[in-house]
């Protein structure tokens, strides 16, 4: 009898793990109804081009050309800097000197192939802060630099804002650009204060001294004379002149502004000018009521909305022969969306203003070599790109739908049935996104299959990063809707259905453009039938919501549809694109038809993945929900940060600040714990990333606490999010216990 029922239990045991392990569908169904081709605009006529397809820098952010020699030098942010020639055949890179700091600015004497003077911009956080920003002069001899022969040029306060591009104007004075000192609007008050070194472009004689510094004072600097005014000041009011330049025709100066809330600017540099930070955000109003310096304000020659451009890069008045449309044209571009645009001044404005390539890129800085052609640094891949003709597209304009019903993904749009093949999804622990409650799709055409990745996130060149690996033509969707009553389902109201469409550039055989995503918005009409294609500038809508725990009964919702360009700052390069499809969050069960099962077992038993799993879900590692209260308190916190914070808190993810919020990290590896904030300090008493044990110093949790101004995450959210608040409150202020930083958010796969 014993035996009996031993086997009985075995059997029963048995037949749980065979339920268990039962997949959600039984075969795969192709999805052929795709008719999401093409572009709803016409494509930009220019695209990039690798310059130098054997050459890697890692994170390179500057370079500048040896005058005379036909050769690059290019610095990287980690302060090595290389030598290589102008030769597009070049396949080596020669070190000249590695700094040991962080480097961010670079100039060549004019009479470099005489003297060897290099100039060199550093940030060290060893350095006390009012000094932490430096301009050293070096010899550069037989190629190589001996940095103990370092020369102190002139110091500043470094903070969120440092500045530091360097360059010779053809006054042959050296020019240096300095930020506000500060993360957010402008905190030190420095704009329009003329007394220090901050939120201004300096020019010094770097060929004579005076007194007790390594350098004299040009005659016609604007502030020689006036009492308590620095007299290296040659423009002021900036925010963060990112990159300089100045024309090689006209000797006019020009430089990339980056702006705070809503714009990015391109100004002519003028001695004496002031450009309004922080009283201005270009020729907008932004503190009006700080006190202002006398002078007269210059405005922007353009100005972009972050619709467009969010962290704008200064460029260079082309020069060049290879693109003669382009000649006399000042080109520039953005960081973050990886756009280039162009116009020719002329008439006292910009003409043939236009968008020239929409890329992928995290263009950082721009090169202008000695023949005058233009290279375009990137960030993120290390790679030197050049601007080139876009080849011809196989899609016109008119072939992207207009509306969701017309994209092959439903059969019934206001039903939302999925067409035949289109695949629902869900994730652990979801994005916030203003109460909204998200439905999930993904869409692979034909036999196509994905590349199934299980490493957790090991921060590699993004130019190949880990995670899943999509076939050309993918779709993924996402339907937002909200309830207009809260605590009643029947009152979801559908707003907006992003998509993410995967499609290989035409011409692009370098393997790059297989991973460039375009995101799109269709916007839900009154009736919930359909929703219609929104344009590239996005835009917003405002509704009531019934709540019987607000006074009045009800609340006003602002939502807002992202921007195209907007899309890139979350849907990074980095980040793979697609967010939530990866290992980490897919790792847990869904409902397919009434039957419950492990997503990635039921992707693995209908042939989704390129190879076979020869392991199931159940061995693999996931991040938790962060809503579910039953799990522990700091699994529930990493699980959030990295949803909602790591596709830019990544190493390459587009970030300014320095730390990782991925949540196979140990918190030691994310470098939160008891870091200096480098976004300034938002008047927090001697404040960290993260204090254990104590959040109002924590600046991660302060910023999710704003409403406005410094707020995180600072786009895709208006409403903020209370229980998550709580939650990563209470788990800092748990911190530290028994082996606090060896801890990951990651819950290891024998623990599934």
């Not at 000192?181 to 007394?195: C, F, K, P, R, Y």
């Not at 809707?481 to 979801?492: C, Q, R, Y």
């Not at 991660?700 to 208006?718: C, F, K, Q, S, W």
């Amino acid at each position: 009898m014993k035996n009996t029922y031993k086997s009985f239990l075995v059997l029963l045991l048995l037949a749980g793990s065979l339920c268990a392990q039962r997949p959600g569908l039984q075969t795969r169904v192709e999805w052929t109804k795709s008719r999401v081709i093409g572009s709803p605009e016409p494509p930009p006529p220019y695209a990039l081009k690798i310059a130098y397809p054997d050459v890697r820098f890692e994170n390179p952010i500057a370079g500048v050309p040896v005058p005379g020699a036909k050769q690059l030098m290019i610095v990287e942010y980690s302060g090595k800097i290389w030598l290589i020639d102008e030769d597009r055949q070049a396949n080596e890179k020669e070190l000249v000197v590695d700094m040991g700091t962080k480097t961010v600015g670079l100039a060549l004497h004019p009479m470099f192939f005489r003297n060897g003077r290099m100039f060199v911009t550093t940030i060290d956080d060893t350095r006390d802060e009012e000094v932490g920003s430096r301009v050293s002069e070096f010899q550069v001899q037989d190629g190589k630099v001996n940095k103990e022969n370092e020369c102190t040029i002139i110091e500043w306060k470094r903070g969120g804002h440092n500045g530091g591009c360097l360059g010779f104007g053809p006054d042959g004075y050296l020019y240096i650009s300095t930020g506000d000192g500060s993360g957010i609007a402008d905190e030190l008050h420095t704009g329009q204060d003329v007394t220090d070194l901050l939120g201004c472009i300096m020019r010094l004689d770097i060929d004579n001294t005076a007194g007790d510094v390594n350098y004299a004072i040009p005659n016609d600097n604007p502030l020689i004379g006036v009492k308590d005014a620095r007299p290296e000041v040659y423009s002021f009011g900036h925010r963060q002149i990112w990159k300089f330049s100045h024309d090689r025709r006209t000797g006019r100066m020009w430089g990339g502004e980056v702006g705070q809330d809503l714009w990015e600017m391109v100004y002519i540099i003028k001695n004496g000018g002031n450009y309004g930070w922080s009283l201005m955000e270009g020729s907008h109003p932004f503190r009006p009521d700080r006190d202002r310096h006398e002078s007269t304000i210059e405005k922007p020659i353009v100005e972009h909305n972050h619709n467009d451009f969010r962290s704008i890069t200064g460029g260079y008045v082309y020069d060049g022969q290879r693109l003669e449309p382009l000649q006399n044209h000042y080109i520039y571009g953005d960081f973050d969306t990886g756009k280039i645009w162009s116009f020719k001044y002329q008439n006292d404005k910009a003409q043939d203003w236009s968008e020239l390539a929409d890329t992928s890129i995290r263009l950082v800085s721009f090169i202008e070599q000695s023949d005058g052609e233009l290279l375009l640094v990137d960030y993120a891949s290390g790679m030197l790109h050049e601007l080139v003709k876009a080849p011809p597209s196989s899609a016109v304009a008119h072939d992207f739908p207009k509306r969701l019903s017309e994209t092959g993904l439903f059969k019934d749009t206001a039903t939302m049935l999925p067409e035949d093949g289109v695949l629902s999804y869900s994730v652990n622990s979801p994005l916030w996104s203003d109460n909204a409650k998200k439905f999930r799709y993904l869409a692979i055409p034909g036999k196509g299959t994905v590349d199934f990745d299980d490493v957790l996130y090991p921060e590699t060149p993004p130019a190949a990063p880990a995670g899943w690996r999509f076939p050309d033509g993918t779709v993924t969707v996402k339907t937002f809707a909200v309830e207009t009553e809260k605590g009643n389902p029947d009152s979801l109201r559908r707003l907006e259905t992003r998509i993410m469409h995967h499609k290989k550039m035409d011409g692009d055989d370098n393997g790059y453009g297989a991973q460039v995503w375009r995101g799109y918005t269709y916007v839900w009409n009154e009736d919930q039938s359909d929703a219609l294609l929104l344009g590239k500038e996005g835009g917003d809508i405002e509704f009531k919501v019934k709540d019987a725990a607000v006074e009045g009964g009800e609340y006003v919702q602002r939502w807002h549809f992202p921007s195209r360009a907007e899309c890139t700052l979350c849907h990074t390069m980095a980040s793979r694109y697609v967010l939530g499809i990866n290992t980490l969050q897919m790792n847990k069960d869904h409902g397919y038809n009434g039957i419950v099962a492990n997503q990635i077992d039921t992707f693995n038993h209908i042939g989704i993945f390129t190879k076979k799993l020869e392991k199931t879900a159940k061995s693999l590692p996931r991040i938790v929900d962060h809503r579910n209260n039953e799990e522990p308190t700091h699994l529930r916190a990493r699980s959030y940060l990295m949803s909602n914070c790591s596709h830019c808190h990544r190493r390459w993810g587009g970030g300014n600040a320095e730390f990782s919020l991925l949540a196979n990290k140990t918190l030691e590896e994310a470098a939160v714990i008891g870091v200096t904030p480098g976004q300034g300090t938002f008047k927090l008493r001697d404040p960290a990333l993260i204090v254990p044990g104590e959040p109002e110093r924590s600046l991660i949790y302060h910023r999710m606490t704003l409403e406005g101004l410094g707020r995180m995450p600072h786009v895709a959210a208006n409403i903020k999010d209370d229980p998550a608040v709580e939650l990563v409150r209470r788990w800092i202020q748990g911190l530290p216990d028994k082996d606090y930083l060896k801890e990951t958010g990651v819950v290891s796969g024998d623990s599934n």
